[in-house]
């Protein structure tokens, strides 16, 4: 079994910045992709940004230039650095990891985490 643990939530000034954490541990062959996703109230969720194992990156477009997804891979961790938040960003955030099994891949996801964002 695979268990992931998030950290680094919380209440923040418009303008500040967080970095959250999403460590994964158990039976790992191989990680595939590693992401970030949130979701706000009364809102579907949303890809945030997501990290391939090659590295390459992809962002909503919403968060471009402010947010950026590093990956430790002797870690098997996933960060989100939010810099410049909005009021907008606030969310429940959920990592999601995407392990190689036998035959193909499973999917993975944090507890989550809350960010609020006041203006």
């Known amino acids: 079994q695979v268990q992931l643990v998030e950290s680094g939530g919380g209440l923040v000034q418009a303008g500040g910045s967080l970095r959250l954490s999403c460590a994964a541990s158990?039976?790992?062959?191989?990680?595939?992709?590693m992401g970030w996703y949130r979701q706000a109230p009364g809102k579907q969720r949303e890809a945030v940004a997501i990290?391939?194992?090659?590295?390459?990156?992809n962002y909503v477009d919403s968060v471009k230039g402010r947010f950026t997804i590093p990956r430790d891979n002797a870690k098997n961790t996933v960060y989100l650095q939010m810099n410049s938040l909005k009021p907008e960003d606030t969310a429940v955030y959920y990592c999601?990891?995407?392990?190689?099994?036998?035959?193909?891949?499973?999917?993975?996801w944090g507890q989550g985490t809350q960010v609020t964002v006041s203006s």
């Open positions: 990290i391939t194992s090659s590295s390459s990156t």
């Open positions: 999601n990891v995407r392990i190689v099994v036998p035959g193909g891949w499973s999917d993975y």
């Open positions: 158990g039976r790992i062959i191989a990680i595939n992709t």
